[in-house]
């Protein structure tokens, strides 16, 4: 599968078991993404992957009119995002949003939750972060 070699396993494991894992630097605590083998504060080789929550804020985000490669099993348009990943001192992951409209605005900064979903690219189904707007957040 895609993603599933590498310093990253974990995180692609951590999807495909339906939740969201990060690495923390075992040195320092330093959140470490994207991975890297050595924390870039304090250069301790170590890491340790936590579980995370599925909840955020809008940092940034898109909506795609037009198909790409891979993106074959979206329906269009859709919005994908960055988003601040809650208690990660700012992490930031990919995702899309469900639930907006092809008219409605989406607002930087508006909180979000997400859930583990997948997509199919080529002939392979990637488990992928699903967000929506949390708490009735605006659009």
């Not at 809008?58 to 960055?82: D, K, N, Q």
């Amino acid at each position: 599968m895609i993603g599933h070699t590498g310093l990253e396993t974990p995180y692609w494991s951590s999807l495909a078991e339906g939740k969201l894992s990060l690495p923390r630097c075992s040195g320092c605590g330093q959140w470490q993404w994207p991975v890297a083998a050595r924390c870039g504060e304090c250069g301790h080789w170590g890491s340790e992957w936590q579980d995370v929550p599925l909840s955020g804020h809008i940092f940034s985000w898109t909506r795609t009119w037009h198909r790409f490669g891979g993106t074959e099993a979206l329906p269009l348009p859709y919005v994908s995002l960055l988003a601040e990943i809650d208690g990660t001192d700012g992490k930031r992951l990919m995702g899309l949003l469900e639930g907006v409209g092809e008219e409605d605005r989406v607002r930087i900064g508006a909180p979000i939750t997400g859930r583990i979903g997948s997509t199919r690219f080529g002939e392979e189904d990637v488990p992928v972060i699903i967000w929506r707007l949390r708490d009735g957040g605006e659009a």
